[in-house]
Nanobody, 123 residues
Framework: QLQLVESGGGSVQPGGSLRLSCAASGITFDSYAMGWFRQAPGKEREYVACISAVDNTYYADSAKGRFTISKDNAKNTVHLQMNSLRPEGTAVYYC?????????????????WGQGTQVTVSS
């Protein structure tokens, strides 16, 4: 059974960093694209970044230059390193997966979701 479990959220001051992790079970990364999304209070869920089955990475404009998505295949874990965090980054961050080997991962309808981890950026 596919399961995604996020961790690493917390509270941080503006300009700070956090590293989110998503432990995946029931899948192998060579057949899945993995993505990070977030949902701020009162707003719709939005795409943040994704990494394809062949390790191509893509970022939303808001994440470019500050966030890095990566995979640890040995641990079946996906990470999102977030630097220079801003107050508008306050949201619940979700890990998601979709079965595809295509090198391009944005725009897919991700079918499997974790429970989310809260990130709060505030002084």
């Amino acid at each position: 059974q596919l399961q995604l479990v996020e961790s690493g959220g917390g509270s941080v001051q503006p300009g700070g960093s956090l590293r989110l992790s998503c432990a995946a079970s029931g899948i192998t990364f060579d057949s899945y694209a993995m993505g990070w999304f977030r949902q701020a209070p009162g707003k719709e869920r939005e795409y943040v970044a994704c990494i394809s089955a062949v390790d191509n990475t893509y970022y939303a404009d808001s994440a470019k230059g500050r966030f890095t998505i990566s995979k640890d295949n040995a641990k079946n874990t996906v990470h999102l390193q977030m630097n220079s965090l801003r107050p508008e980054g306050t949201a619940v961050y979700y890990c998601a997966a979709v079965q595809t080997t295509y090198r391009h991962c944005p725009g897919y309808i991700y079918k499997h979701w974790g429970q989310g981890t809260q990130v709060t950026v505030s002084s």
